[in-house]
């Protein structure tokens, strides 16, 4: 089965993603946008953390329910728990080494319009 490394930028935090990475999404969210997103969808199952948790720090906001992860050291967005599938990851594909971002599909989610509790 195919796998990827995932890693911050300064290497504190490292994942590895298993299976075939298909599609990709960008996401117009306020914090997607603000992070430039681009996201691979991972079933938990298909993600480890070989890093400790005490490498990341975890940002919540609007209902609070997505869990979205980044470097404590570097700061770069490495992964979230999604609000919409809790038993899903998305994943910064921009961490993840040797993946061809260039061969994947791309969709635009219209994540602006998920938010409940405000707009932006
Ligand atoms: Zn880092």
Known sequence: MLSYAGSCHCGAVTFT?????????????????????????????????????DTVSLYQWNMKIAKHYFCKTCGIYTFHR??????????????????????VDVKAMDGISMSVTQQD
């Open 17 to 53: 993603v298993t299976g075939d990475v298909t599609q990709l999404t960008t996401c117009n969210c306020s914090l997607c946008r603000k992070k430039n997103a681009l996201m691979a969808r991972v079933h938990e199952d298909n993600f480890t953390m070989t890093a400790d948790w």
């Open 82 to 103: 999604k609000r919409s599938e809790p038993d899903h990851f998305g994943v910064n594909a921009q961490c993840l080494d040797g993946l061809d971002i260039a061969a």
